[in-house]
């Protein structure tokens, strides 16, 4: 038994990525459930308009990121779908406060803050002249017009991440990938025949999600389908390009899950996804700014819950794109540096070439060769 125990610490002491994993994702999810995981929102930024914009009190925890005297319940509605605010103060005879409920537990925290700030609330005034509120794009603060837009983009991590990496790797592992190296195939004939299947069943997961989510759950979609492909399109591109590097540095299909759960159970938890991203700690909070989910929630919610136009929106799309882009190179250049440029004559610096390749020795044609 001894000497079993042994060889498992051996064993366990050369596998140097599972020991690291083991390590580091306990220390992971202290911290991430140690930041991030309240839900709890102390700032609630919020824009002030009407004739008196300019001398309406407005208190804690609602912080003021613009007043604009000359505009109006319009101008302020769009500040609202344009998500550069959370609630929108209307001054005038009396008072109208807008608040955004596609942001669920700030918009939750709004109408706390305002009825325990009573009628003088938000530039209110007593009596008849009380504020009126209103809950746009969520009325009924249901927490399936929230969720189902961003289990849409955690359909897209999965099958994007989880599933392509590990079919790779099982290819690899079974040498099927040597056997493509030999063939007379560019590296990005091989990449992009692994993964426009993976794309494809992606495509339909999320179609089935969102149908089930506005037919069953009553989730609305209210604007563009095709700004809401786009984003999907982008962000799909920078999962299965994660899930190809992912399997690329893979030795097997038990390090590509525990590779892939590392990436995707920060962006289940700091993508806004679950809590607000207002309610998570500073030190956090940067890396909710890094992960491409935060950037597909804003694009899900903005587009199905407040008919965001592609306008406002080009800042999220640029950086799926860019990130896209980045990411897709990367997985080329792992996948050319394995197969190496099999259609032009060059070698790779992967697995040693297949018997009976090009420039490889035969092992029958030696075997004859020594008996004679």
Same mark, same amino acid.
């Given at each position: 038994?001894? @000497?079993? !125990?042994?060889?498992?610490?051996?064993?366990?002491?050369?596998?140097?990525?599972?020991?690291?994993? /083991? !390590?580091?994702?306990? *220390?992971?999810?202290?911290?991430?459930?140690?930041? +991030? &995981?309240?839900?709890?929102?102390?700032?609630?930024?919020?824009?002030?308009?009407?004739?008196?914009?300019?001398?309406?009190?407005?208190?804690?925890?609602?912080?003021?990121?613009?007043? +604009?005297?000359?505009?109006? &319940?319009?101008?302020?509605?769009?500040?609202?779908?344009?998500?550069?605010?959370?609630?929108?103060?209307?001054?005038?005879?009396?008072?109208?406060?807008?608040?955004?409920?596609?942001?669920?537990?700030?918009?939750?925290?709004?109408?706390?803050?305002?009825?325990? &700030?009573?009628?003088?609330? +938000?530039?209110?005034? &007593?009596?008849?002249?009380?504020?009126?509120?209103?809950?746009?794009?969520?009325?009924?603060?249901?927490?399936?017009?929230?969720?189902?837009?961003?289990?849409?983009? *955690?359909?897209?991590?999965?099958?994007?991440?989880?599933?392509?990496?590990?079919?790779?790797?099982?290819?690899?592992?079974?040498?099927?990938?040597?056997?493509?190296?030999?063939?007379?195939?560019?590296?990005?004939?091989?990449?992009?025949?692994?993964?426009?299947?993976?794309?494809?069943?992606?495509?339909?997961?999320?179609?089935?999600?969102?149908?089930?989510?506005?037919?069953?759950?009553?989730?609305?979609?209210?604007?563009?389908? @095709?700004?809401? @492909?786009?984003?999907?399109?982008?962000?799909?591109?920078?999962?299965?390009?994660?899930? *190809?590097?992912?399997?690329?540095?893979?030795?097997?299909?038990?390090?590509? !899950?525990?590779?892939?759960? /590392?990436?995707?159970?920060?962006?289940?938890?700091?993508?806004?996804?679950?809590?607000?991203?207002?309610?998570?700690?500073?030190?956090?909070?940067?890396?909710?700014?890094?992960?491409?989910?935060?950037?597909?929630?804003?694009?899900?919610?903005?587009?199905?819950?407040?008919?965001?136009? !592609?306008?406002?929106?080009?800042?999220?799309?640029?950086?799926? +794109?860019?990130?896209?882009?980045?990411?897709?190179?990367?997985? /080329?250049?792992?996948?050319?540096?394995?197969?190496?440029?099999?259609?032009?004559?060059?070698?790779?610096?992967?697995?040693?070439?297949?018997?009976?390749?090009?420039?490889?020795?035969?092992?029958?044609?030696?075997?004859?060769?020594?008996?004679?």
């Amino acid at each position: 038994m001894w @000497a079993m !125990i042994v060889k498992e610490f051996r064993q366990l002491r050369r596998d140097r990525r599972t020991l690291a994993m /083991m !390590i580091v994702l306990p *220390v992971v999810l202290l911290v991430v459930f140690g930041y +991030a &995981a309240s839900f709890d929102v102390s700032t609630i930024p919020a824009v002030v308009a009407g004739p008196r914009a300019a001398l309406a009190p407005v208190s804690a925890p609602f912080q003021v990121v613009q007043r +604009a005297p000359a505009e109006g &319940a319009a101008w302020a509605q769009n500040e609202l779908r344009d998500g550069h605010a959370a609630v929108a103060v209307v001054t005038g005879p009396r008072t109208l406060v807008l608040i955004d409920g596609s942001q669920l537990f700030t918009a939750k925290a709004a109408l706390s803050a305002l009825q325990a &700030a009573g009628p003088h609330a +938000a530039g209110g005034q &007593a009596g008849p002249q009380a504020p009126l509120v209103r809950v746009l794009y969520n009325p009924g603060l249901k927490t399936s017009y929230i969720m189902i837009p961003g289990l849409a983009g *955690v359909v897209l991590v999965f099958v994007g991440i989880i599933i392509t990496s590990l079919g790779v790797v099982r290819e690899r592992q079974t040498g099927t990938l040597e056997q493509l190296a030999v063939m007379p195939l560019r590296p990005r004939d091989v990449f992009l025949g692994k993964i426009v299947p993976y794309f494809a069943v992606a495509a339909v997961d999320l179609a089935i999600v969102l149908t089930v989510g506005v037919a069953l759950f009553g989730v609305p979609f209210r604007g563009s389908y @095709a700004v809401f @492909a786009l984003g999907a399109l982008l962000f799909l591109f920078v999962t299965l390009g994660i899930g *190809v590097l992912i399997s690329s540095v893979s030795e097997n299909q038990g390090q590509a !899950i525990q590779m892939s759960f /590392m990436f995707t159970l920060p962006q289940v938890l700091l993508s806004g996804l679950i809590f607000p991203l207002s309610s998570i700690a500073v030190g956090v909070r940067w890396i909710s700014y890094i992960l491409p989910l935060t950037y597909f929630n804003e694009i899900s919610r903005g587009v199905m819950l407040r008919a965001e136009p !592609i306008g406002p929106l080009w800042p999220p799309l640029l950086f799926l +794109a860019l990130l896209g882009l980045v990411v897709m190179t990367l997985a /080329m250049l792992r996948f050319r540096s394995y197969l190496g440029p099999a259609g032009s004559g060059g070698g790779r610096s992967g697995p040693a070439a297949a018997p009976g390749a090009a420039g490889a020795p035969d092992p029958a044609a030696a075997a004859v060769a020594e008996s004679r």
